[in-house]
């Protein structure tokens, strides 16, 4: 009796997501200005940082010069996953909150940090008060908040707002495993 509940309730759960709404086509769409057609996420737990830091100048996320990606955007509800694990780009999440006036000022070097790295960073701006729950996740105390990933690992996180040329520094510095603050 117990199976055949259960058999019911996976039925039920299977058509219920197949009748969410969007077409793969929309979720496709939704998910390329986030992913790039490199390798997957490398798994953290087998591979060390220093193997996921790029050496060369070359930035892997462009083509002809044109990132794959779109450089600044603003998250409306998509997939962490997708967001976060995706390798060949560095990535910034930065939570904001509409009433903070640093986060302005945070979001204004974002837009100029990621038109000065033309394509090799990709950043998502975060309204903490919209998303609550994903603020949690993060243990979001202070808004604005940076969380720096690279090829899809978390590398570390800053509060406050600083100038798009302190973060540039700031970013190289980390990537070449520097321990220096913005």
Same mark, same amino acid.
Request: hydrophobic share 30%.
């Given at each position: 009796m117990k199976? @055949?509940?259960?058999?019911?309730?996976l039925l039920l @759960?299977?058509? %219920?997501?197949?009748?969410?709404?969007?077409?793969?086509?929309?979720?496709?769409?939704?998910?390329?200005?986030? &992913? &790039? =057609? &490199?390798?997957?996420? =490398?798994? =953290?737990?087998?591979? +060390?940082?220093?193997?996921l830091v790029r050496t060369?100048?070359?930035? =892997?996320?462009t083509l002809n010069g044109t990132p794959r990606f779109k450089l600044?955007?603003?998250y409306e509800g998509e997939d962490m996953r997708q967001v976060t694990e995706v390798s060949g780009r560095t990535l910034l999440l930065c939570f904001t909150a509409p009433w903070c006036r640093h986060s302005n +000022?945070?979001?204004k070097s974002l837009q100029q940090l990621?038109?000065?790295e033309k394509g090799g960073v990709q950043v998502v701006e975060i309204d903490a008060d919209a998303y609550p729950t994903l603020a949690n996740e993060y243990n979001l105390t202070k808004v604005p908040t940076t969380i720096f990933y690279t090829e899809g690992v978390k590398?570390?996180? @800053?509060?406050g707002a600083y100038t798009a040329e302190s973060l540039q520094r700031y970013l190289h510095s980390? %990537? &070449?495993?520097?321990?220096?603050e913005p």
């Open positions: 199976r @055949i509940a259960r058999l019911v309730a @759960i299977s058509q %219920l997501c197949v009748s969410c709404g969007e077409s793969d086509q929309e979720k496709r769409e939704r998910a390329s200005q986030f &992913t &790039t =057609p &490199t390798k997957p996420a =490398p798994n =953290p737990q087998r591979e +060390s940082l220093q193997a060369d100048k070359q930035v =892997p996320a600044y955007s603003v +000022s945070m979001r990621a038109e000065m590398l570390r996180s @800053i509060e980390m %990537l &070449t495993q520097s321990d220096s």
